[in-house]
Each structure stands twice: as structure tokens, then as C-alpha cells.
């Protein structure tokens, strides 16, 4: 299974796995390659960006553009990818842990 199609496995976005699919190969990206490479719309790419700045995944910077216009967002990974699955990891975990709690509650007012 590959590295895409894990994260979605995981529970995550089909949005989120296909931009961090792309950012684990390059060292940034803008709004556009992820538009174009990760096949998302720019909304998307805006609401993946935003997630993933509140976990603290990623870095953004503006660059102007030569001419008039809005400058920019260029984004880059501010982890790599052990600590991204690390925190995966730790989250699986403690989902496995509270099911397993729930369970061991409904059995104690089975008795």
C-alpha cells in the first residue's frame, strides 16, 4: 500500500494524505504545484494548509510575485516525515486505547 492510501487508511482526508504525499518528495511547494500535482482545487488547498499549520506540520511564506498582485504562499514541511508518523502513531494508539477502555467499562456493567 502505498504512502498515500495508508494516510487514508489512518482516517485522514483523502486531501490531506494527497498533499503530504506530494510534500514528502519536494522541499516546498506553492499553492499552484499542489493545485496541479496533488490534483486539488484551491479551496482545498487552502482548508489542507490550514489543518495542517494547527498541527504544526507545515511552514508558509510569502513570495512576491514580479508585477502587481498577491504574493505568493510557498509551503514547506516544518517536521519530517518520522515525527509526522510518530504523531500518527500516537494518535492510532490512543484511540486503540480508549475503545479498549469503553469495552472494559460495558463489561463491568455487564456484571
Known amino acids: ?5 495508508t ?7 483523502r486531501t490531506v ?26 479551496p482545498e488547498v487552502s482548508i489542507v494548509m490550514r ?6 506540520w507545515i511552514n508558509e511564506r510569502e513570495e512576491k510575485k514580479p508585477g502587481k498582485g498577491r504574493p505568493n504562499k510557498i509551503y514547506s514541511l516544518k ?12 494518535q492510532q494508539r490512543k484511540a486503540v486505547d480508549e475503545a479498549q477502555a469503553k469495552i472494559e467499562r460495558l463489561r463491568e456493567l455487564g456484571k
Do not use: P, V
Open 51 to 56: 489543518l495542517l499549520k494547527e498541527r504544526d
Open 1 to 5: 500500500m502505498g504512502f498515500r492510501l
Open 7 to 13: 494516510l487514508i487508511s489512518l482516517g485522514m482526508s
Open 17 to 42: 494524505a494527497m498533499t503530504l504525499a506530494y510534500m514528502q518528495n519536494a522541499n516546498s511547494a506553492t499553492s499552484l504545484d499542489l493545485e496541479r500535482s496533488a490534483r486539488l482545487r484551491q
Open 79 to 90: 517536521i519530517g516525515f518520522n515525527e509526522i508518523i510518530a504523531q500518527l502513531e500516537k
